[in-house]
Every structure is written in C-alpha cells, then in structure tokens.
C-alpha cells in the first residue's frame, strides 16, 4: 500500500478520499486555491499547499503544480477525485512520467472511453446493444441529414467531457443545424474538443449505471446498479440502489454487458457504465465514466464494500478478495445531493451562518461544509451528500425524509425542498419514473 498519496481535488470528495487514507494509515496531501484556504480538506490533510488562484485553470487544473507537489512531498500516487483531472488521460500520463501512481485506470483506456463515439464502437463489439445513431458529424449540413435518417428526436452530443455540456435535443430536423454549431461550440469551450456525434434520443427511458471494480489481475465485478434518472439540465439530483424498475431476469444481462465491456478496454479500478432501460425489457450503452461517481455511497451501503479503499488498494496492486457470487446486494440506499442553490437552479454563495447535521442509524452526510465557512463562486454547487440506508425502498424514502426534515443550512440557499418535493412525488414513489420526472415535478409549480 502507498505511504502517502496526494488529493488532487477539494470540498467532499478530497474530505472522503483523505478520511480513507487516516484509516488504513495513509498519509495525506492536500493541495487548495487562494479560495480554499480554509477548506476543511486543508485541515485535515497531513499536509497541506497552496498551488494557485481561485479560477480552477489556476489551481485544480494547474497540472504542473500538482505534480511538483506531488513530487517534492514523496507522494507516491495521486487520487484524482472526480471532475477536474479525474479523467484526463494527459494528467494521468504526466503522472506516470513522473513516478507517482494515477489512482485510475490506464492513460490509454480513459482516452479510449472518454472519447463517447469511440466507446460507442467498443460497446458494439462487445456486443452491447447501443442505440441507434452516427458516428462523428462533421457540418450542419450533415447534422440535419442524418436527423431525417434517424428520426427525431435526437441528441447531439459532444465526444468529450462530461456533466451535461455539449449536448442538444433535436425535435425537428430543421433544427439539427442550429443544435449542432452550438453543442459544438460548447465543447470546444469545455473540452477543447468540438467533436460531436448523434444518437437516437429515447423517450420515457430509465438511465440505470452499473458499478465496476477491476484489478490488475483480470478480476472483473459488479456491485449492483443504481437508479439515476431524477436529473435537471443533464445533471443528476438523487440515486437510489437498487433500481426499483428493473426486473430480476434483466440484471445479469445488463451486469454482462458491463463486464464484456471492462474486459474488452482492460479496465483497472472502479469505474462506472451507464445505460438507458425502457420499459419495453430493452437496454442500451450510453457512455463510461472511468472515475468515483458521486453517487458511489448508495453501493457502498447495500454492499458493504468501501469503494475508496478499494480504488486505492487496486491502484496499489492488491487483488481483488471476492468472486462475484460472493458480492450481495440487500437492502436499500438514496442519496440526495444538497446543492446552494435557489429552488429556481441558480448557483448560491456566501457565508454558512448555521449549520445543523442529521445523523442517526444509517444516516451519512458527506460533505467539506462547516459553520462559518464561505462557499465561494468559483466551483461546483454541490455542498455535500446526504444518504440513508434501510431495509425496504420505503423505509428508506422515510428515513431520507426524515434527514433533508433534519438538515438546516442558514446563510445560502440549498436546494433541500425541492428533494423533499421529489420524494413526496406520486411518481417517484411508484418507482417507475423516467429522466423527464423533474420536468414534471418543477411543471406542477
């Protein structure tokens, strides 16, 4: 195991990463911006350096900074967290080149599978069902012939990146042309990749992801799905695991396909794909994510498995200790993803002048916040994570009422009623809900 590893991110997930490493006797690094001078991940870190600015192209993007800390303290790997260089094959080739170990899978296979229209081609021969679509389109011209051949809707959707950008719905293949030039644009601002293809847009459909974890030895296992459907502008809200709609004789299908996947790129570490399910029994790849999701909580509590642990004792070499008849599913998880924000999406900031936690059994908050910090402009929303375990899903629907009931931010808006509106939803309650439920839910206001 290392004796020391560097966190190249902030706010929860770098909290999470570094509350792993104390207990299996880790040394920590923290690195921070001019913002986060007083995070909580900075405190806690066993050290802890400054790299940068507040913009994050000066500090958690600033690759040669990382690495020159990395370097100078001994750090034998980097954990990249998720989002900034979490899945950037050129970062995790610089740490190779360096000596420090990339706590992810190979330079080589997050190219290859972050690169959407490449993995779409690796998804179909393996077998996987993908749905109907095109490879790269190279003008609007283009865009709107291959709508009319496909049928609308559709959605265009950048190669790169990630979190909801570079990406349009198209209803009217008039409007391909438009949709086009501008997710491209948008992914040319966000990835530095313009590159987009399209794919068949499926309505009413389910977005369902399977938890990977590989090892360097050719050991590939799945930790059950996860229900990730309540999403607003592409960004996911809530999860919950198991997934409620998905049938008993559909599981291993889908589990296989994951793994005919991971097996075919080589995969090492955790790692996520994800699929649209319809309602039909039919399943289809949409993309992988080779990093932690931040919903990995939910498959931490339904199978006992400690994913960061586990991510870095992979990285290190160690073999997986389970064969996958030995993984059990019981049980039911949700998390919610508190954000400060206004009931309207619009990104919160300011001073947290009370904070009150919930806890009790099986209730987990995960997040850097503390009384009397200030949540700056510069980042992601999302303050932390608040989850919940119980034996039934309606247990579990109770018991995270119960908690966002609990939860009391003061100084900046969050976005706890709307969760609490998405729980009590007819809808969601059935377990049968779809990617627009939020739509629905935010229409009835």
Request: one cysteine or more; hydrophobic letters at 35%.
């Amino acid at each position: 195991m290392f004796q020391k590893i560097l966190i190249a991110n902030r706010g929860e997930i770098a909290v999470r990463v570094i509350r792993a490493c104390k207990e299996m006797g880790v040394q920590t690094v923290a690195v921070f911006s001019t913002a986060d001078r007083d995070a909580l991940h900075v405190a806690l870190a066993d050290e802890s350096y400054c790299i940068g600015g507040p913009r994050p192209q000066d500090s958690y993007l600033n690759q040669d900074a990382i690495l020159t800390v990395a370097v100078e303290t001994g750090a034998s790997a980097i954990h990249p967290g998720y989002g900034f260089l979490s899945e950037n094959p050129g970062f995790a080739r610089a740490c190779e080149e360096c000596g420090v170990v990339f706590v992810g899978p190979s330079p080589e296979v997050i190219e290859q599978m972050g690169n959407k229209d490449n993995a779409r081609r690796i998804a179909r021969e393996s077998g996987v069902p993908v749905t109907p679509g095109c490879d790269l389109l190279s003008s609007p011209e283009q865009a709107v012939r291959e709508a009319e051949r496909i049928g609308c809707p559709v959605l265009i959707k950048a190669r790169a990146g990630g979190g909801g950008r570079g990406i349009r719905r198209v209803d009217d293949p008039a409007e391909a042309g438009r949709a086009f030039t501008e997710a491209s644009s948008e992914a040319q601002a966000s990835f530095g990749d313009g590159n987009c293809y399209m794919e068949k847009f499926v309505e009413h459909a389910h977005h369902v992801e399977v938890q990977l974890l590989c090892d360097s030895h050719g050991d590939v296992l799945t930790l059950g799905e996860r229900e990730c459907s309540v999403q607003r502008r592409n960004q996911k809200l809530l999860e919950e695991s198991p997934c409620p709609c998905l049938p008993d004789d559909v599981r291993p299908a889908l589990y296989e396909s994951a793994r005919a996947m991971a097996r075919a790129v080589g995969y090492t570490g955790v790692g996520t794909i994800e699929f649209l399910y319809t309602d039909d029994g039919h399943y289809y790849f949409m993309e992988m994510n080779t990093r932690l999701q931040v919903e990995h909580p939910v498959t931490e509590f339904v199978t006992g498995i400690d994913l960061v642990k586990w991510q870095l004792r992979v990285a290190a070499g160690a073999r997986l200790p389970m064969r996958q008849d030995e993984v059990h599913v019981t049980g039911h998880a949700i998390e919610c993803r508190i954000n400060s924000e206004t009931r309207e999406g619009v990104p919160s900031c300011g001073k947290v002048t009370m904070l009150h936690v919930p806890d009790g059994p099986w209730v987990r908050f995960d997040s850097a916040m503390y009384e009397g910090m200030n949540v700056p402009p510069y980042y992601d929303s999302m303050l932390g994570k608040l989850i919940v375990y119980a034996q039934t899903r309606e247990e579990a629907i109770r018991k995270m009422r119960s908690a966002l009931g609990e939860l009391a931010i003061e100084g900046i808006s969050d976005n706890s009623e709307l969760q609490l509106d998405i729980l009590n939803d007819p809808e969601f309650l059935s377990g049968t809900y779809h990617t627009d439920l939020m739509g629905h839910i935010l229409g009835k206001r």
